[in-house]
């Protein structure tokens, strides 16, 4: 039986490709591993069935063959070390690209979350733009120093690994605005993430579950 993941059965993102289920997905695809989807309602979310899955009522989860698994991270891990595709064979080299998977999940998209959200949630405060300016401030510092260890390759560290994967992920979010634009490295990077064939396969079947709402 194929693995089966969960995603919105009504994504807040509207199609973009922004959900957490989106690199699970492209990992997925990348290794060439056939998969199911279980839609979710933002009341199953919640549901004891689902918090079983994931204890903080989230998606994505990831079943298959009795493991249970949440956490794009976690999951996108599994897949790496368990098929070839994602991960080098040489162990320093593979070392490496599972410490880029961490950089982009720790050290990248916390600050370029909070600059996504912050506008949402606290759009009524009066200081929302000195936090705002403040926010931008630590995610230009965080490309800059990304753009720098970039520098004029195609990917973080030789091939195309999961730590490309999830750092095009992250940085995905910050698509259209001047502060991507601002590291035309980065921006190159990012196409060149979904340029990638698995990336549009994945991107389609997420966008999908979309148009048929």
Do not use: C
């Not at 690199?23 to 290794?31: I, K």
């Not at 060439?32 to 204890?55: C, I, M, W």
């Amino acid at each position: 039986m194929p693995p089966t993941i969960t995603a919105f059965r009504q994504s807040p993102d509207r199609g973009r490709g922004l959900a957490r289920d989106m690199p699970v997905r492209w990992a997925l695809e990348e290794v060439g591993q056939a998969y199911d989807v279980r839609l979710v309602s933002f009341a199953a979310l919640k549901e004891p069935t689902h918090r079983a899955l994931q204890p903080f009522g989230q998606i994505p989860t990831y079943e298959e063959d009795g493991l249970v698994l949440f956490e794009s991270g976690a999951i996108v891990l599994h897949l790496a070390q368990t098929r070839a595709g994602l991960l080098p064979a040489d162990p320093a080299a593979r070392a490496r690209a599972i410490g880029w998977m961490f950089a982009a999940l720790n050290t990248v998209e916390p600050v370029v979350w909070d600059y996504d959200m912050t506008p949402m949630f606290e759009r009524d405060k009066p200081w929302l733009d000195a936090r705002m300016a403040m926010l931008a401030a630590r995610v230009d510092a965080r490309l800059r120093d990304l753009a720098a260890r970039l520098g004029d390759a195609s990917w973080l560290d030789g091939p195309f690994s999961a730590g490309d994967l999830m750092m095009v992920s992250v940085l995905r979010r910050l698509g259209g605005s001047d502060l991507l634009a601002a590291h035309p490295r980065l921006v190159g990077y990012v196409a060149r993430g979904e340029a990638r064939p698995a990336f549009a396969r994945a991107f389609a079947a997420q966008r999908a579950v979309f148009e048929a709402q």
